[in-house]
């Protein structure tokens, strides 16, 4: 069983907005912390956001003021609502467990790939 199933991503202009969704298995996501990671071209996968189960939240400063976390605790569902888009966003996106830093597991999902271009 994937333990984690992203959507949402596509292709959007600067100043644009998107709405990721990731379906988490049980055993992962009950009454665990939830977050987004992002793995540019060439780069390491970093901390976006995360969220505990009861709803605190904790951003990374680059995304702060324009993108959204939120769950879903009855639909094992985790949300990232994100915009004012920029280049710099553009990325694979990937729901996991964890509050900051990036879990050190090997079960990822298949990711949701963000575009941000004119």
């Known amino acids: 069983q994937v333990p984690f199933v992203e959507s949402g991503g596509g292709l959007v202009q600067p100043g644009g907005s998107l709405r990721l969704s990731c379906v988490a298995s049980s055993g992962f996501f009950r009454g665990t912390d939830m977050g987004w990671y992002r793995q540019g071209l060439g780069k390491q996968r970093e901390f976006v956001a995360a969220v505990t189960s009861g709803h605190d939240k904790n951003y990374a400063d680059s995304v702060k003021g324009r993108f959204t976390i939120s769950r879903d605790n009855a639909k094992n569902m985790v949300y990232l609502q994100m915009t004012n888009l920029k280049p710099e966003d553009t990325a694979v996106y990937y729901c996991?467990?964890?509050?900051?830093?990036?879990?050190?597991?090997?079960?990822w999902g298949q990711g949701t790939q963000v575009t941000v271009s004119s």
């Open positions: 996991h467990t964890g509050w900051a830093a990036v879990p050190t597991s090997t079960f």
